[in-house]
Nanobody, 127 residues
Framework: QAQLVESGGGLVQAGGSLRLSCAASGLTFSSLGMAWFRQAPGKEREFVAGINWRGSSRYYADSVKGRFTISRDNAKNTAYLQMNSLKPEDTAVYYC????????????????????WGQGTQVTVSS
């Protein structure tokens, strides 16, 4: 069964760092683009970062550009989100997601473009 499992969330002070991991199983990870989304209480889910199947292209939401880095290790079937200089407004549940299609040429910011989702991991940034 296809599964994505996030880990690495927690409580951190503003200015601190966290690294989230997304371990994939039961899917063709190396041929799928991956993305991170987040959802804060009372707000809509928003795109954070995406990486194509090759790992050669990355795209970030303006709100995290320069602070977050998405990466992947296909040998480990794992995607990562390194989060630096965290701000209270980064507080949210973070989800990883896999692209619907193999070998996609694009990186998509719409959640509709992804059909496999993890359960989420909570990130809380205190001021």
């Amino acid at each position: 069964q296809a599964q994505l499992v996030e880990s690495g969330g927690g409580l951190v002070q503003a200015g601190g760092s966290l690294r989230l991991s997304c371990a994939a199983s039961g899917l063709t990870f190396s041929s799928l683009g991956m993305a991170w989304f987040r959802q804060a209480p009372g707000k809509e889910r928003e795109f954070v970062a995406g990486i194509n199947w090759r790992g050669s292209s990355r795209y970030y939401a303006d709100s995290v550009k320069g602070r977050f880095t998405i990466s992947r290790d296909n040998a480990k079937n794992t995607a990562y989100l390194q989060m630096n200089s965290l701000k209270p407004e980064d507080t949210a549940v973070y989800y990883c997601a896999a692209d619907r299609n193999r070998y996609s040429s694009g990186i998509y910011s719409s959640g509709d473009e992804y059909d496999r989702w993890g359960q989420g991991t909570q990130v809380t940034v205190s001021s």
